[in-house]
């Protein structure tokens, strides 16, 4: 069993090009059917978080290939954004 605060600690990486997109910082829940749909990873931003892009990473739940002890390997060819509120 995997609990939610421990997912948010694990680097996820795309195993399509190598590149580490960051950690965990929401899910995207489908609460009538109990299951989690995406995960969400925040956006490359620059200088110390200051002037971010405001586009997160959502990355579907069917595109993660392991969940290992540190590390989230996921298969996105391109990733889906969404703008942050």
Known sequence: M???SDLRNRDVVNIVDGRRLGVICDL???LENGR???IIVPGTTR???FFGSGRD???P???IVK???DTIIVEVAGPTYHSRS
């Open 2 to 4: 995997v609990k939610i």
């Open 57 to 59: 990473y959502v990355i």
């Open 36 to 38: 989690i749909c995406a």
């Open 28 to 30: 995207d829940l489908d």
């Open 67 to 69: 969940i290992g002890v």
């Open 47 to 49: 200088f110390f978080n």
């Open 61 to 63: 739940w069917e595109d």
